[in-house]
């Protein structure tokens, strides 16, 4: 199995920045596309910004301006820098992937637990 793990998430004052990390563990799979997500409560679930496993980005066109995905795939994490932060920015974020799962010759989706940031002076 798959799984990946956020971290980095925290309270932080408006203006402030934060780098979210998340590591795809297991054994026998490739990622093409990473993914971060957020939600906010009571709000559906939203893209933020994509990544493939050659660098290859898309931002959700709220956040291009202000957040920053990038991968190191020898550690199999991607990261999130956030900056300038506001209020309106508190919420989960949340990592996605589609691995290949070179044993079975198939897709899995696979969600990380979410990492909470909080944006409050």
């Known amino acids: 199995q798959v799984q990946l793990v956020e971290s980095g998430g925290g309270l932080v004052q408006p203006g402030g920045s934060l780098r979210l990390s998340c590591v795809a563990s297991?054994?026998?799979?490739?990622?093409?596309?990473m993914e971060w997500h957020r939600q906010v409560p009571g709000k559906e679930r939203r893209l933020v910004a994509t990544?493939?496993?050659?660098?290859?980005?898309n931002y959700a066109e709220f956040y291009k301006d202000r957040f920053s995905i990038s991968r190191d795939n020898a550690k199999n994490t991607v990261y999130l820098q956030m900056n300038s932060l506001t209020p309106e920015d508190t919420a989960v974020y949340y990592c996605?992937?589609?691995?290949?799962?070179?044993?079975?010759?198939?897709?899995?989706?696979?969600w990380g637990q979410g990492t909470l940031v909080t944006v409050s002076s």
């Open positions: 996605s992937a589609r691995p290949y799962i070179f044993a079975d010759s198939r897709y899995l989706e696979v």
């Open positions: 297991g054994s026998g799979f490739s990622i093409n596309v």
């Open positions: 990544i493939t496993s050659t660098g290859e980005t």
